[in-house]
């Protein structure tokens, strides 16, 4: 596999925190100028990988503390959100 389609590939294997300074080293290799076109869509591609799941953890983290702090009156769903 190449080191780009490993890049992106991996998106669904980082922790959050990990995601966000990945996201920031693509930003930082296009905001160099240094990048041919070609090598500056691949690298647009992973940070839009990147920021989607990063948005998908947030949503999921966001739903748990929904359920965590809503009051003992309404009725709890029998599943949780899992965070992964």
């Given at each position: 596999?190449s ?9 669904a294997?980082?922790?959050?925190d ?13 905001e ?24 998908d ?28």
């Open positions: 596999m080191e780009k389609a490993s890049k992106s590939g991996d998106a294997d980082l922790g959050f990990d995601l966000v300074r990945r996201l920031r080293e693509v930003v930082t290799r296009l160099s100028g240094d990048l041919s076109l070609e090598d500056s869509l691949a690298a647009y591609e992973e940070g839009v990988a990147l920021a989607r799941r990063g948005h953890l947030l949503d999921r983290a966001e739903k748990r503390v929904e359920l965590l702090v809503r009051p003992p009156t309404e009725s709890t769903p029998e599943e949780s959100v899992p965070l992964e």
